[in-house]
């Protein structure tokens, strides 16, 4: 069953398909000629430190917006036909997604560096909050580019 919705800026708890987004994104043009993705996961080390659990809280309503806020200005600033930015909150569990970023546009180029800023931007500007608990406690992540 498709997790797949025609929301191209969501923050859930449940996990979501690539496959099925990525087509998604691709129905509403047929001029897409190069699609990004950026797929972040829950790894296990982090600084030297194993990581048990994985917890994400987000600011609700202001992070959808700077989440939407994002996605325009990605459009606008790098040509690019389409983007849609997913990011799950609650426990995540090691090796699961996380954060989900689908560029399109006629060539790749675009598609690329539309990509590589949305996912930086979002990391230094949507309030959403990563804390990993490790063998020494529990840390809040501070955002990294």
């Not at 190069?34 to 809280?57: A, M, V, W, Y």
Request: net charge negative.
């Amino acid at each position: 069953m498709s997790t797949a919705t025609e929301s191209k800026v969501r923050i859930q708890k449940e996990d979501f398909n690539v496959h099925d987004e990525i087509e998604v994104m691709k129905k509403p043009s047929r001029n897409i000629g190069g699609i990004t993705t950026f797929l972040g996961t829950g790894r296990e080390l982090n600084k030297g430190q194993n990581i048990t659990e994985l917890n994400f809280e987000h600011y609700p309503q202001m992070a959808e917006k700077k989440l939407a806020d994002i996605r325009d200005k990605a459009i606008r600033d790098f040509g690019i036909i389409d983007m849609s930015i997913i990011h799950r909150i609650g426990y995540i569990d090691i090796g699961e997604n996380i954060v989900l970023i689908i560029a399109c546009g006629e060539h790749r180029q675009e598609t690329f560096k539309a990509c590589e800023w949305a996912i930086a931007e979002l990391k230094r500007t949507t309030p959403i909050w990563k804390r990993e608990t490790t063998s020494t406690g529990e840390v809040w992540v501070q955002a990294t580019p």
